[in-house]
């Protein structure tokens, strides 16, 4: 099966830019993740969504950030304005949404942002 | 609240030495599912084991194993005859339910194994 597509693969862009990222996650996976991996950290959970839904954007920086589902497949966060701090691998995971059966996780290969 | 919390930051062996990598997680929850990653310095997460909390058997697969001990609430990787490919970064992850049906997964910060030839 196709895994999670995203894109860009890297962007470069100046602070107070605006920004955006696409995932289209695996066919049939009814949950979607976005988590931002700064360099030398652990990915962090930004939002989550079920279908079209949000689930979890509890760690969201709202203010600047965006994400949406609209049709409950491809995914797009964005970032505006974007600051230094945001520089960061964006990854994109899918999954299966069943309540206790622990599928699997499937990770993009992610978006490298750097803002100068 | 989920917390995983890899101790050790870096670790740094000898090629063919055996190394443990720890992980130790918090959860309220009595149905929840243990995960390691792998991510080699091109960046992508590689998925290496699930276990769910029902399920305490060690898992040997190659040269990986893994220890699940609920009574201490850890979940330990250990490679034996390390080898450089091994080089990377390791995460422990700990994925629970949520509201709506869902699961979240919350990562630990990370140890970076590098072994030395």
């Known amino acids: 099966e196709a895994g999670v597509a995203q894109s860009p693969r890297y962007k470069i862009i100046e602070k107070r830019q605006s920004v955006a990222f696409w995932c289209n996650p695996i066919?049939?996976?009814?949950?979607l993740y976005w988590y931002q991996q700064i360099l030398g950290q652990g990915p962090k959970l930004l939002i989550q969504f079920q279908n079209n839904g949000v689930v979890d954007d509890s760690q969201l920086p709202k203010d600047r950030f965006s994400a949406e589902r609209l049709k409950g497949v491809d995914s797009t966060l964005k970032i505006q304005p974007a600051k230094l701090e945001d520089s960061a691998v964006y990854l994109c995971?899918?999954?299966?949404?069943?309540?206790?059966?622990?599928?699997?996780?499937?990770f993009g290969s992610g978006t490298r942002l750097t803002v100068v | 609240a989920q917390k995983v919390t890899q101790a050790q930051t870096e670790i740094s062996v000898v090629e063919k030495e055996d190394v443990t990598l720890d992980c130790v997680y918090e959860?309220?929850?009595?149905?929840?599912?243990l995960f390691w990653y792998k991510q080699p310095p091109s960046g992508e997460l590689v998925f290496l084991i699930r276990?769910?909390?029902?399920?305490?058997q060690n898992e040997i697969s190659g040269r990986y194993s893994w220890n699940f001990q609920k009574s201490t609430s850890s979940f330990n990787f250990t490679i034996t005859a390390s080898q450089v490919v091994d080089s990377a970064v390791y995460f422990c992850a700990l994925s629970e339910s949520v509201i709506q049906g869902a699961q979240k997964l919350v990562f630990g910060q990370g140890t970076r194994l590098t072994i030395n030839p």
């Open positions: 276990r769910n909390s029902f399920d305490e």
């Open positions: 995971a899918s999954s299966l949404a069943l309540v206790g059966q622990g599928y699997g996780y499937t």
């Open positions: 959860t309220r929850d009595t149905t929840y599912y």
């Open positions: 066919s049939g996976h009814a949950t």
